[in-house]
């Protein structure tokens, strides 16, 4: 993982994947995720992370700095990620902006813990959805970041890949600044 952060990086919140955002107990200030894909994790006393949730755009990340004066969960990019700082205004931390980033950040939860159960494939296909743009585009994590959010074991989730691109429910595309085994379009078959 990267030593690069938000907080402390000269080039306005664009961050590659894997880079650090910020760790769980730093002191800091809240974050708009502009593009890309953050997971949060859950930091044990011993060091251990343990997957807790994902942030996609438009998602609010560290809002409880405003509360207790120090991030939560470790932030760490997935995907190429741009960030702004949050809040925005004077009044943004009151609007409706937040309240609308935290009914999504409960939508979301509940579909995390969807993918965490059921037939393996379907977790990956409900992952995949969950990331997409919308004309279709997704830029897969990792395979074993896929495999921490989906409980599953890093040679399914490599298995399931290899089988969604046969069946064509997604193929491969070129983005400029990804990897080509992590960007692919939905195809036709993919509900």
Known sequence: MRATSATSSNNQGHLPAGALIYSARAPGNGWRLREGVVRLDNMANDGLATFASLAIAGDILGCETLLFGCYTFRATALTQCRL?????????????????????????????VA?????????????IRLLADQAGRVVLPTRQDIADITDLRFETISRIVKQLERSEMIRSIRINGVHA????????AIP
Not at 84 to 111: F, K, V
Not at 115 to 127: K, N, P
């Open 115 to 127: 993918l965490r159960g059921g037939q393996a494939t379907d977790r990956v296909l409900g992952l």
């Open 181 to 188: 085994t992590r960007s692919f379009a939905l195809g036709v």
């Open 84 to 112: 702004t700082p949050w809040p925005e205004g004077p009044e943004a931390a009151d609007s409706a902006s937040l309240l609308t980033s935290l009914a999504n950040a409960q939508q979301r939860a509940a579909e995390l």
